[in-house]
Structures are given as structure tokens and as C-alpha cells.
């Protein structure tokens, strides 16, 4: 049962954070840490980046690879996670001084509440008991979306809004002019879904009923009526039922990708497993072929020139942080951190620190 819930977590999880506090007498508590790196007024501690990386090594060993092998792959790129933790620190920061921090708590508070409901748990308690069964810990899971949804809300607020404000109309005209090879019209797809949902059900169950709805909907079946009273709350199209013209390159899941491929419109998909989760059967409604004809979209033109310049401001938007920051890395640690993390300071910059 939650196994939706478990393939969440889990993927969620890889990235969670936490400081360790050990008992050293039945009085007394002490802490055991070093601090690796102080960011002005934050530290990145020793205990962070142990977690840190204990996480991404169980993440690796879940893909396959062994224990052995994922560690060594961790541990050499021990420099580049500091760094990614010291930029990070920034942008904390940054969201405090812009006052954004607080839009991240609504955030996660709003991924609970799609989770229990997507898992039909009652209250926040149930939830976090769910989560302890399955090896996470609540808190620390928390933590880590707010600090995701912080480094987002901050690059988006600081970095692509301002990208994609930034044109002007001549300056649109003259991106769409030289690349119009980016705004041809894309094969589109519209379709309506069939969901089947493994959890607290025998997955072969599910499967087999899954083929005999798809042969009796080859047999002239009535959708609607089929989904209304077999069907689970919509998975691929979130909640929806539906969804219209979605560009066929963008559909990134490689199963469903390749079931809609050549279904004809008022067909049905071949049943279609998603991993862990259940099983979707699609009709499709609607198909609008690619076109040769250029199309001019403002907003389309926009995204493309915060796509294509997007990583490259970000990267200055970061580098200046980092300069107006007060920044030390620990003896020990600074030739692993230093020529990753002030590389582009360096241009300009004959030393750090």
C-alpha cells in the first residue's frame, strides 16, 4: 500500500540535509561537527555534508550500482557538493533579504496536501506516520523542499524573470528573425485517460483488468462511461481527466511517448505501466500535425531567450553573490571547493579569501 507515496519519497529524499546531535552523557548533550565552510552568517557543517553524501550513495545503490562503487563516486565529488551547498547557503539568504522565504513554507504545505490526497490519507499525522514507516523522516524531508523551492523561487524571481521581461518588442522580432528554426508549429496531442492505481491492490489484478477494459474499449466500449466507473483519480493529466494539445516532443515520460505514437485520433493507447504507480489507458482526441511554417509567439520567443541565456546569467547572477559574500572555507577543505567555486571570480579576481 502508499507504494505512490514510497516512489515520491524516496526520489524526494535523495537530497534531504540534516545536522546530527550525538548524547555524550544521559545529562549532558554535545555536538560533533566541524564546520567545513562559514557563508557570512551560515555555516556548512562536516555532519551536513556526511548526510549529504550517505543520501546520494543510497541513491545510487537504488539505480543499481554497488555500494562500493557508489561511494567512490561520491566521494570524488566531494568538492563539487560543497560548492553546490555554498551556493545554495547564498540563495537562502538572498530569499530572506527579498522576504520570499515564507512563499516556500505555502509550498510544501501544499505538496502535503496533494499527497494525502493523492493517497487518501485523512490528516497530517497519518501522513507523517506513513512517511516514518518508510524511512523518512518528516522534518528532514520538509526541510529539504523549502530549501528547493527557496533556490527556485530566488533564481526565478532574480535571474529568469528579469530574462524574460528584459526584451524589447524590436528585440523579440529580432530573435524570432535569426532563429526561427525554434518556432516552428510542434506536432500537438490531445487525450483523455483511463487510470488504473496499484495501490492497496494485487498489481497482476490490475494488469489483467487493464487488458480486458482496453480490448472491450477496441470493442466499441464507451469511454467516458468506463472511466466513470472503473477509473482512479487521473495520474498523467492530474486529476483533469484531459488535457488538449500537448506538444508531442515535450512529453517526457519515454512509455507514454511511445504509446501515442501513430494512435490514431478516437483510438486508445496499448495499456501503459508507469513504474510503481499504476496503469493508463489514453483516447485520443485530438492531433494537429508539425508544421514548416514558422509561427511568431511572444511569449514563446521569450521562453526561448530564457532558455538560451538563461544558464549563463545564472551562473553571474551566483558569481555575484559570492563576491559581495564573506566566504571561508576550512584549510582542509579549500583545495577541493576553491577552483569550483570561484572559478569565474578568478577571471577577474587574482585570489579568494
Same mark, same amino acid.
Given at each position: ?72 563516486? @561520491?566521494?570524488?565529488? $566531494?568538492?563539487? !557538493? ?5 551556493? =545554495?547557503?547564498?540563495?537562502? %539568504? &538572498? #530569499? *530572506? ?91 500537438? @496531442?490531445?487525450?483523455? $485517460?483511463?487510470? !488504473? ?5 494485487? =498489481?497482476?489484478?490490475?494488469? %489483467? &483488468? #487493464? *487488458? ?56 486508445y493507447t496499448l495499456p501503459v505501466e508507469l513504474d510503481q504507480v499504476g496503469i493508463v489507458i489514453l483516447k485520443i482526441d485530438a492531433r494537429e ?18 532558455? $538560451? ?15 559581495? #559574500? ?28
Open positions: 500500500m502508499f507504494k505512490k507515496l514510497a516512489a515520491f519519497l524516496f526520489s524526494a529524499s535523495a537530497l534531504i540535509f540534516s545536522a546530527q546531535v550525538i548524547s555524550a552523557q544521559e545529562t549532558q548533550t554535545r555536538v560533533v561537527d566541524e564546520v567545513v565552510a562559514v557563508v557570512n552568517d551560515g555555516v556548512i557543517t562536516l555532519s551536513r555534508i556526511k548526510n549529504e553524501k550517505k543520501d546520494a550513495v543510497d541513491s545510487l545503490v537504488q539505480q543499481g550500482k554497488s555500494r562500493e562503487e557508489a561511494q567512490k563516486l @561520491v566521494d570524488g565529488r $566531494e568538492g563539487e !557538493l560543497i560548492a553546490n551547498m555554498i551556493n =545554495e547557503e547564498l540563495l537562502i %539568504q &538572498k #530569499a *530572506k533579504e527579498l522576504g520570499v522565504d515564507k512563499d516556500a513554507d505555502q509550498q510544501v504545505n501544499e505538496r502535503l496536501t496533494q499527497i494525502m490526497k493523492d493517497n487518501n490519507i485523512k490528516t497530517v499525522d497519518a501522513l507523517y506516520a506513513e512517511m516514518e514507516k518508510q524511512g523518512v523522516d518528516p522534518k528532514n524531508i520538509k526541510d529539504d523542499w523549502r530549501r528547493q523551492a527557496i533556490r527556485e523561487m530566488v533564481l526565478q524571481r532574480e535571474v529568469q524573470s528579469k530574462l524574460y521581461w528584459g526584451a524589447t518588442g524590436p528585440e523579440l522580432k529580432a530573435y524570432f528573425a535569426s532563429h526561427k528554426d525554434k518556432f516552428l508549429k510542434p506536432e500537438t @496531442v490531445s487525450f483523455s $485517460e483511463l487510470f !488504473l492505481g496499484f495501490a492497496g491492490r494485487d =498489481e497482476a489484478q490490475v494488469r %489483467q &483488468k #487493464a *487488458k480486458q477494459f482496453y480490448d472491450q474499449l477496441k470493442a466499441g466500449a464507451d469511454f467516458a462511461k468506463m472511466v466513470g466507473g472503473n477509473g482512479d483519480p487521473a495520474y498523467v493529466t492530474q486529476g483533469a481527466g484531459k488535457v488538449e494539445k500537448v506538444t508531442v516532443d515535450g512529453i517526457t515520460d519515454k512509455k507514454l511517448a511511445a504509446a501515442l505514437q501513430g494512435v490514431k485520433v478516437g483510438d500535425a508539425k508544421s514548416s511554417d514558422s509561427v511568431f509567439d511572444e511569449n514563446a520567443v521569450r521562453l526561448a531567450i530564457v532558455n $538560451e541565456k538563461g544558464p549563463e546569467e545564472q551562473k553571474k547572477f551566483l558569481s555575484k553573490l559570492r563576491a559581495d #559574500a564573506y566566504i571561508k572555507v576550512s584549510e582542509s577543505y579549500r583545495p577541493l571547493v576553491s577552483p569550483l567555486l570561484f572559478a569565474d571570480e578568478r577571471k577577474t579576481k587574482p585570489s579568494v579569501n
